[in-house]
């Protein structure tokens, strides 16, 4: 693939996508400071910071082809929380710079199809065959409590989920989790801090319990989150979804940390 087809495919992607605020309408006409290094651009993000993220994801999807928890659910990510996609997630979340969820959300999406492959790999591997059935799984983000979500003004995670389904095609439950407690921020904890931190922190969400009534064979679930870090929120979230007719059969973010031992 040569360097510039990857950002090519998802900025024609993006381009069809509806733009939802003021600042992602002008995007297309004016030249903003690019979110890493405050060069202006027309695109999210400056040619050679763009370029520094496809390096990173490239490197990225070698790595992580058959990663899987504890519990085997399996885990795609973009890329490695390192460099100039950690700051971009940095921007994100702290420098109202929403336009980047569906840039990287997107080129997420695009990678569906390797992603369905290693979900029937690993079904095949397990000889689940009910994921083996796998189409149309359904797609939650991690949501935030109300208190974050409006001082951020978003939650991030929801915006990557939207531009994910966008590309993908597979269906969104924005509201399939619902975040109960307002907890520490998990980069201030250590590793057992974290499940700590979140234990009873995520309910399943009203959307989610009424699509379960209507279902009647069990409800394939990926959950989707900005940074895969040590898989706390993930476990807990998932967690919170047993009693219902669900199965969790991927876990999505665009960066994981590096785990130093």
């Keep these: 693939m040569q360097r510039d ?17 003021f600042s992602a309408t002008t995007r297309l006409f004016l030249r903003q400071p690019c979110p890493i290094c405050d060069r202006p651009t027309h695109q999210t993000f400056c040619t050679d910071c763009d370029h520094q993220i496809q390096d990173n994801c490239r490197a990225t999807v070698h790595q992580t082809q058959h990663t899987t928890t504890t519990t085997g659910i399996s885990i795609h990510t973009l890329g490695t929380y390192l460099g100039t996609l950690m700051q971009a997630l940095s921007a994100l979340k702290y420098n ?3 336009d980047i969820a569906k840039t990287l959300g997107t080129a997420l999406g695009l990678r569906w199809p390797a992603h ?21 799984p359904y797609v939650i983000p991690i949501p935030l409590h109300p208190n974050r979500k409006a001082q951020r003004g978003y939650n991030q995670a929801e915006l990557i989920g939207k531009a994910y ?7 969104l439950l924005a509201h399939g989790l619902c975040r109960v407690q307002d907890t520490l921020p998990q980069h201030q904890l250590g590793r057992v801090s974290r499940q700590d931190n979140l234990r009873h922190a995520f309910h399943a969400g009203s959307q989610l319990q009424t699509l379960c009534r209507r279902k009647a064979a069990p409800i394939e679930i990926l959950l989707i989150d900005d940074i895969y870090t040590t898989g706390a929120t993930m476990q807990t979230a998932a967690a919170a979804l047993k009693g219902l007719p669900v199965t969790v059969v991927g876990i999505l973010s665009i960066a994981r940390a590096v785990q130093h031992t």
């Excluded at 087809?5 to 605020?21: C, D």
């Excluded at 369905?116 to 149309?136: C, F, G, H, I």
């Excluded at 389904?165 to 269906?171: E, H, K, V």
């Design 5 to 21: 087809e990857w950002f090519r495919a998802v900025w024609l992607q993006t381009k069809q996508l509806p733009k939802n605020t």
């Design 96 to 98: 109202n710079r929403s």
């Design 116 to 136: 369905y492959k290693q979900l029937l790999e690993r079904a095949a591997q397990t000889k689940n065959k009910s994921s083996s059935r796998t189409v149309r």
């Design 165 to 171: 389904c966008q590309a993908s095609g597979l269906p």
